[in-house]
Nanobody
Framework: QVQLVESGGGLVQAGGSLRLSCAAS????????MNWYRQAPGNQRELVAA???????NYADSVKGRFTVSRDNAKNTVYLQMNSLKPEDTAVYYC???????????????WGQGTQVTVSS
C-alpha cells in the first residue's frame, strides 16, 4: 500500500508564488521518476515537470524559467516551486511517482489526489 500526500495549493494573485509538496509513504523500495501534472477544467492532464532519481529534470515549455522541481530522496518527497504565477496556471496539480515495492518488483505508477492552485488576475 502506497500513500501520496499533496499539500501547498491555494489561491494566489498573479505574480505570486506557491510551493507544492508530495510525500510518498508505504510499501516503497525505490522511487524512479517523480512528476507533476496539472489539469484545468475542460483540458487534458498535462505534464508540468519531472525529476529522475538522479536529479535530472524536464519542464513543460509553458513553465520553464518559472517553476522548479526538486526532490528529497531521504523523505520520498517531491516539491514544485512555482514563481511568477499566471492565471493560466490555474488547475488541479497532481503528483505521480514510478516506484518499486521490492528490489525485483516491476515499476508501478501511483497518483496523488490532487491539489487546487488558483491564480487570480
Amino acid at each position: 500500500q502506497v500513500q501520496l500526500v499533496e499539500s501547498g495549493g491555494g489561491l494566489v494573485q498573479a505574480g505570486g508564488s506557491l510551493r507544492l509538496s508530495c510525500a510518498a509513504s508505504g510499501s516503497i523500495f525505490n522511487i524512479a521518476a517523480m512528476n507533476w501534472y496539472r489539469q484545468a477544467p475542460g483540458n487534458q492532464r498535462e505534464l508540468v515537470a519531472a525529476i529522475t532519481s538522479g536529479g535530472s529534470t524536464n519542464y513543460a515549455d509553458s513553465v520553464k524559467g518559472r517553476f522548479t522541481v526538486s526532490r528529497d530522496n531521504a523523505k520520498n518527497t517531491v516539491y514544485l516551486q512555482m514563481n511568477s504565477l499566471k492565471p493560466e496556471d490555474t488547475a488541479v496539480y497532481y503528483c505521480k511517482i514510478s516506484y518499486k515495492e521490492r528490489l525485483f518488483s516491476t515499476f508501478r505508477d501511483y497518483w496523488g489526489q490532487g491539489t487546487q492552485v488558483t491564480v487570480s488576475s
